[in-house]
């Protein structure tokens, strides 16, 4: 029979980005072509690892759209001669049930048929929920928390006593971030090694709860949100991944645009110079090639020479309006001197470590001590910062970076002797 399923995750059904009815028209209609998708490809089963919805207390627009889009998946399967194709879900974050309402809206649609959700209980000790579906066997735990790290040992342990004598394709879908993914540093991440308990018994762990897309080792895969929920998310990789014999492919799916602009203003003295600088910005890039009017958000940073409250941004977004056609316009002023400042527009589409070491290359170079060996310095700082992350014991982690200090001030006193061994053996005006 073989595999074929689609992992998805964070569609994030209800959310109104920056108050626009269409923005929460388009997360529904990327939902639903996330199901069409996995029509036409005739799959085994659709997996939903977490926070389908925005938020908990989601209003009847919102729950109609998710129930709009299922009736019409089991609609459309039933014209083409076949059963409805299983939806499995989890709850993530934003999906669980304020404790006074005891049911999530998750499982409501599992009440009407819409869905199956795997809704492992946690009480003195865990239980898995699971279901077989063709050649899978697809186990799933609902968001955990600050409980996650210390129930995966547990986790293990229930799929390998469940699975005894059964030879399918195992399938475990969580809701966590994994450590070193995001850009920043984020509560509640799961380093790599606590996940190894996991190894052995499951093939394929579906992730959720990270908006941007990443796989480690072969077998754990999170394909993010599908929209761009925040324009902190800019240019980052984002879809679902279909999981056939042949591995796991990621897809993504056409969205509506966005599109990022920045411009230093340190040097502009007056409104109208502003005004100039923003009409240089703008026609210089090249209009969105889309049906759907793009979303555009200017960024201005540097050093502000006039007061902020004669900044035209009217103005200013009319001029964006005007050259992009966009559904929307948003402009930033963020004044600062700092040279260590980062700016968004600089790190579009780098991880975490790419920025870390972009900052530490910046500052060893500014400092002018280590340029020579900029190289081995910041390596050598990521490095110890991932022993730390490890928790390895400090000590060690002191000795490791002398030792490599050591070696540069060695390296540094060889180079200044070959230096000095090249020099003649008299001073000027020496004529002996």
Not at 2 to 9: E, P, R, V
Not at 143 to 171: C, H, W
Not at 270 to 291: G, H, M, R, Y
């Amino acid at each position: 029979m073989g595999i074929n399923f689609i992992h998805g995750s964070d569609f994030h059904l209800g959310y109104v980005q920056y108050g626009l009815h269409e923005r929460f028209v388009d997360f529904a209609t990327t939902f639903k072509a996330f199901i069409k998708y996995g029509i036409e490809h005739d799959v085994d089963f659709i997996l939903i690892a977490g926070d389908l919805f925005e938020k908990r207390n989601i209003n009847a627009p919102t729950y109609l759209q998710a129930y709009k889009v299922f009736s019409w998946l089991q609609e459309e399967c039933k014209s083409i001669g076949r059963e409805p194709v299983p939806v499995i879900a989890i709850e993530g974050n934003h999906d669980l049930a304020y404790q006074r309402d005891r049911n999530s809206w998750l499982q409501i649609l599992e009440s009407q048929g819409m869905l199956r959700l795997l809704n492992s209980t946690e009480d003195n000790s865990l239980k898995l929920d699971y279901v077989d579906v063709g050649d899978c066997r697809v186990f799933g735990v609902g968001y955990l928390g600050a409980s996650t790290m210390q129930s995966i040992p547990l986790i293990a342990e229930q799929i390998q006593k469940i699975n005894q004598g059964v030879d399918r394709f195992t399938v475990l879908t969580m809701h966590f971030g994994m450590e070193e993914q995001a850009r920043s540093v984020v509560a509640g991440e799961i380093p790599y090694n606590a996940l190894l308990p996991l190894r052995e018994f499951v093939d394929y762990l579906a992730l959720g709860h990270y908006h941007n897309q990443y796989e480690y080792d072969h077998w754990v895969y999170n394909g993010g949100s599908l929209e761009l929920f925040s324009l902190n998310e800019y240019g980052l990789k984002k879809g679902f991944y279909h999981v056939t014999d042949g591995g796991a492919r990621l897809v993504t799916l056409p969205t509506r645009q966005f599109k990022r602009l920045s411009g230093n203003i340190s040097s502009v003295k007056t409104p109208n110079e502003l005004s100039l600088l923003v009409q240089s910005i703008v026609e210089s890039e090249a209009p969105v090639d889309s049906k759907l009017p793009p979303i555009v958000e200017l960024t201005l940073w540097g050093n502000l020479n006039f007061p902020k409250k004669e900044i035209g941004l009217p103005e200013i977004k009319e001029m964006i309006s005007k050259r992009f056609g966009c559904l929307y316009a948003d402009v930033h002023i963020k004044q600062t001197n700092d040279y260590y400042t980062v700016h968004e527009s600089d790190i579009t589409g780098m991880s975490r470590e790419q920025i870390e070491t972009k900052i530490l290359r910046e500052q060893v170079l500014q400092d002018g001590r280590y340029k020579a060996y900029v190289k081995q310095v910041v390596s050598d700082t990521v490095e110890a910062k991932k022993l730390a992350l490890q928790r390895i014991d400090e000590k060690e982690i002191i000795r490791w970076l002398k030792q490599s200090f050591n070696q540069i001030q060695l390296h540094k006193k060889h180079a200044r002797e070959e230096s000095n061994a090249g020099e003649l053996p008299f001073v000027r005006g020496d004529v002996t």
